[in-house]
């Protein structure tokens, strides 16, 4: 079944250190895309890419970096943790226009910066 | 700037009354609107679409109505349960463009 897997689902991390949110597809979806998610604020999009070696700012991207090695992994990279990026963080994939494919998003990882 | 904008920021409706979801838009050009919803502790999962061509599109006790002309847009849930409280999400775009542009979703708690 095709899917979005995220890891880590929980994470601790120290203010100052470098913390890295990791997306896993086999939707064979050219796109992907990084959220973080805060109540009050909805989805905020923070990186996407159109493809492996690709990556794209999004809405909100000061303090955070992606990397797409390849199709199938996209990663979220906080090189210098700060409290206010706890929050949950959520990987999704799409197809490529102009189908109508839509997200398909993973359950989540739930960020505390400390 | 928010370009899609949700209202009630929260609602609660009794089981089996109907749950009515507002959304509105700003950018006439976009042509597709997808719902997602979200259960606590999970990601959104797609619950229906439109496209811009249609004014209506029904999936089981889930409705959603299109109003060009407006630019709004809206989802009905009629016979409400339980366990459709969950986080909305309106959602648009444009078919040709890589970016979905939510909403800031409306909490639905439906009481038994």
């Known amino acids: 079944e095709a899917a979005v897997t995220q890891s880590p689902r929980n994470k601790v991390a120290v203010t100052g250190g470098k913390v890295t949110l990791s997306c896993n597809q086999t939707n064979n979806h050219n796109n992907m895309y990084w959220y973080r998610q805060d109540t009050g604020h909805g989805l905020r999009l923070i990186h996407y890419?159109?493809?492996?070696?690709?990556?794209e700012k999004g809405d909100i991207p000061d303090g955070y970096k992606a990397s797409r090695p390849s199709q199938e992994n996209f990663s979220l990279i906080l090189e210098l943790a700060t409290p206010s990026q706890t929050s949950v963080y959520f990987c999704a994939s799409g197809g490529y226009p102009p189908s109508n494919s839509d997200y398909t998003f993973g359950s989540g990882t739930r960020l505390l910066v400390i | 700037q928010q370009q899609v904008r949700q209202s009630p920021q929260s609602l609660t409706v009794w089981e089996g009354g109907t749950t009515v979801l507002t959304c509105s838009y700003e950018?006439?050009?976009?042509?597709?609107f997808p719902w997602y919803q979200q259960f606590p502790g999970e990601g959104p999962a797609l619950l229906i679409s439109?496209?811009?061509?249609?004014d209506k599109k029904e999936d089981g006790r889930f409705t959603t109505f299109f109003n060009k002309r407006e630019k709004k847009l809206s989802l009905h849930i009629i016979d409400s349960q339980p366990g459709d409280s969950a986080t909305y999400f309106c959602?648009?775009?444009?078919?040709?463009?890589?970016?979905?542009?939510f909403g800031k979703g409306t909490h639905l708690h439906v009481l038994p």
């Open positions: 890419s159109y493809g492996a070696g690709s990556t």
């Open positions: 950018d006439s050009t976009f042509n597709y």
């Open positions: 959602a648009a775009r444009h078919t040709n463009a890589y970016k979905v542009i």
């Open positions: 439109i496209l811009s061509v249609s």
